[in-house]
């Protein structure tokens, strides 16, 4: 297995697949870098260098007690890409996964980073307060720490239905594509899956995103349960400097999977201009 050792002792997994211009993937919560699978395939195929990796407490990466936040989330990112001394990258980065990058761009610079893609991301912030209204109140994010406690397992069959939209009248269910979602799940140390929540529902991300300034593809379906799009892409591709906002007609938050075919288009066209 491709992995490398952090700063602070924490070991991180990584694929990296195929040769030419180099495009990242970052994960949601919580998954693994397995959940690209669709995107690293369809663009490794056609010529692109693509790596992903497992955030800390996640898949096959180390399960550390600590760092289980955006900012140390962003500084591994940071140390892959100079590991693996990427150059030019597209970074993209899937719900949390996205929060990560913005993060990288904020505490790292753009001096790696050709172009950045937001995909049904938590920016610029989940938490409903007085300055973010549209956000979702704290009770929510209370309420799946302690499921994340109580059952995880069950929790996160559970969340399979809104996920993937298969809770929609008409939905064609997958029963593959829940269980991969449950094993991935289950992989996750059960402190990092309780530490991420906060990291994913409390970074305010606001300057964050007014701090890029590279191209930026915002994707998102306007059917997400999870993070919803008026809150989050919208006003994403609004805060960065050069961004892009794509919409997928009835595409749920796992739209990487559920609508692979529509995604891998938009990311092509894209790293093609």
């Not at 591994?76 to 693996?84: K, R, T, V």
Request: include cysteine.
């Amino acid at each position: 297995m491709n992995t490398f050792t952090t700063k602070d002792g924490t070991t991180i997994y990584y694929k990296d697949w195929g040769s030419g211009p180099v495009v990242t993937f970052s994960h949601g919560w919580p998954l693994s870098a397995d959940a690209w699978d669709s995107q690293m395939l369809f663009l490794a195929q056609r010529g692109y260098r693509v790596v992903a990796h497992d955030r800390r407490g996640h898949g096959r990466s180390g399960q550390s007690w600590q760092g289980n936040n955006m900012d140390q989330y962003a500084d591994d990112l940071a140390e892959l890409m100079n590991h693996l001394d990427l150059k030019d990258a597209t970074m993209v980065g899937h719900s949390t996964g996205g929060g990560e990058v913005v993060r990288y761009i904020a505490r790292h610079g753009q001096k790696r980073v050709a172009r950045t893609v937001l995909i049904a991301a938590v920016p610029p912030l989940m938490l409903k307060t007085e300055k973010n209204p549209g956000g979702l109140p704290l009770s929510v994010f209370d309420e799946i720490r302690a499921s994340v406690i109580k059952d995880r397992s069950q929790f996160f069959k559970d969340l399979t239905l809104p996920f993937y939209g298969y809770n929609q009248p008409g939905a064609k269910v997958s029963e593959g594509v829940r269980e991969s979602f449950w094993l991935q799940g289950m992989l996750v140390s059960i402190v990092g899956a309780y530490d991420c929540i906060k990291a994913f529902s409390e970074t305010d991300q606001t300057e964050d995103l007014k701090k890029i300034e590279v191209p930026t593809l915002v994707i998102q379906g306007d059917a997400d349960q999870i993070v919803p799009i008026d809150n989050s892409g919208r006003l994403s591709a609004k805060l960065v400097k050069n961004g892009t906002l794509k919409v997928i007609a009835g595409a749920p938050h796992g739209l990487c999977t559920t609508h692979a075919d529509a995604v891998n288009q938009e990311l092509l066209a894209f790293l093609q201009k």
